[in-house]
């Protein structure tokens, strides 16, 4: 008798890890056949695909399209040239071999981005086109009106990721909705961003939703190496994608000692050093840039590796929270996210 139960309890240990499997499939919920399954996303330029936990890939260096020095002149002259600038800045990143475009409803540029597609010449199912949404547009039925407008303001049919931007509002409704886009094929995966600068709205989007973020967006670059969200992200299966990953090109960091030996050993620059270290943190960067040789610069990274040894010392350059340059309290925001003019 014992023994048969000793063989019955050895034969459950050993289904065990089937049914965690199970239990994890179940919880994840493919993209609907709508509009988003023509996307053929490939590795151009050497450019490495992460996949993400619904087996979608996203290209691992992107562009980021925000323009923080024109997104000042709210004039009508001002919103011209901000989408002018990131139409050029688009079209030669495109032409660079970037399969990857960031931008949002927020930065006042989605028309600029949108027409460049266009302009580039490359198909749009080969491109991974992020965008996000304010928290003004938060809300179920406000966020599907929202994302058909933000498609509008692209021209496209689909967007391989939407992010909620900031953790203020009604981001439960907005959520909802986002999972409603997501079934109905409008888009790809999807992210939340800022949303480790406040646990309990990470937590109610993770541990409560029907459909787990594929992505979180966050501040990330060698002065911030964000170690304890990473982990936490890890946990979830969520991949990092890095905003300001090169430190808001503050000259602290792009003058560094230990970053500008490494770069001279490898006869590579400083931002190209931690770019690569990036790559090999297994995060996802989106520098920005509306200088084209610039952009091609931080695209040829690919053709070198950093050492052990050299990872090891730029991981010793973490300042750890004190490193950020970006940590509002949105608890304490109030109405600042209520509005978003067009």
Wanted: glycine content about 8%; some cysteine; overall charge negative.
């Amino acid at each position: 008798m014992m023994k048969t139960r000793l063989t019955a309890f050895l034969a459950i240990l050993m289904l065990f890890p089937l049914l965690l499997s199970l239990a994890s499939a179940e919880s994840v919920v493919a993209a609907g056949e709508g509009p988003a399954s023509v996307s053929s996303i490939s590795s151009v330029e050497n450019v490495p695909l992460i996949t993400l936990n619904n087996g979608v890939q996203v290209p691992q260096l992107g562009l980021g399209t925000q323009i923080q020095s024109l997104e000042r002149d709210s004039s009508e002259a001002g919103r011209a040239l901000l989408n002018n600038t990131s139409h050029d800045a688009v079209v030669a990143a495109l032409q660079a071999g970037y399969r990857h475009l960031d931008t949002a409803h927020g930065y006042f540029n989605e028309p600029g981005v949108g027409q460049a597609i266009i302009d580039s010449g490359v198909p749009r199912e080969e491109i991974w086109v992020t965008s996000k949404l304010w928290p003004s547009e938060f809300g179920e039925g406000t966020t599907l009106a929202a994302i058909d407008a933000m498609l509008e303001r692209l021209q496209l049919d689909y967007l391989d990721c939407i992010y909620l931007h900031h953790p203020a509002g009604d981001y439960v409704g907005a959520w909802k909705d986002l999972e409603k886009a997501y079934r109905q094929g409008k888009v790809r995966a999807l992210g939340i961003s800022n949303f480790d600068n406040w646990p309990e709205a990470f937590s109610t989007i993770v541990d409560e939703m029907e459909i787990r973020p594929q992505i979180l967006q966050i501040e990330c670059h060698p002065f911030a190496q964000r170690l304890e969200t990473r982990e936490l992200a890890a946990k979830y299966g969520i991949q990092v994608e890095c905003w300001y990953p090169l430190g808001h090109a503050d000259d602290r960091l792009l003058n560094n000692e230990v970053l500008s030996a490494i770069a001279q050993a490898h006869g590579k620059s400083v931002v190209q050093i931690i770019l690569r270290w990036h790559m090999q943190e297994g995060l996802v960067a989106v520098p920005g840039s509306t200088n084209p040789s610039h952009i091609q610069e931080n695209i040829a990274i690919f053709d070198f590796e950093l050492s052990d040894d050299e990872m090891t010392q730029i991981r010793s350059m973490n300042r750890g929270e004190e490193g950020r340059y970006f940590n509002l309290d949105y608890q304490r925001m109030g109405g600042f996210f209520t509005t978003l003019n067009e």
